[in-house]
Nanobody, 119 residues
Framework: QVQLVEFGGGLVQAGGSLRLSCAAS?????????MGWHRQAPGKQRELVAG???????NYADSVKGRFTISRDNVKNMVYLQMNSLKPEDTAVYYC????????????WGQGTQVTVSS
């Protein structure tokens, strides 16, 4: 079983920054896992925000390109999401995911952390 714990969410004004962190533990070889962040706003489907492969390749939703940066620390088993120039439409619950078998395969989720951006 894989445990993912997110932290770093909160309330921030538009234009501000937050850094989300996700700690992975349990039955996972972290360095081999594809990691990512998704978000879900009220009344909307969960959507991919950013992903990072074991080799460090990244991908981002168009809505966050140039503002968000995903990174990972394979020594600490951590994945981060640096969010800059936040907008009210970024308000959502943010979830960390770990894919042990490639993108979308053997996926585990964290419990989520709330990010609220005020205008």
């Amino acid at each position: 079983q894989v445990q993912l714990v997110e932290f770093g969410g909160g309330l921030v004004q538009a234009g501000g920054s937050l850094r989300l962190s996700c700690a992975a533990s349990g039955s996972i070889t972290f360095s081999l896992a594809t990691m990512g962040w998704h978000r879900q706003a009220p009344g909307k489907q969960r959507e991919l925000v950013a992903g990072i492969t074991s080799g460090g390749n990244t991908n981002y939703a168009d809505s966050v390109k140039g503002r968000f940066t995903i990174s990972r620390d394979n020594v600490k088993n951590m994945v981060y999401l640096q969010m800059n120039s936040l907008k009210p439409e970024d308000t959502a619950v943010y979830y960390c995911n770990a894919d042990r078998g490639g993108y979308g395969i053997l996926r585990s989720w964290g419990q989520g952390t709330q990010v609220t951006v005020s205008s």
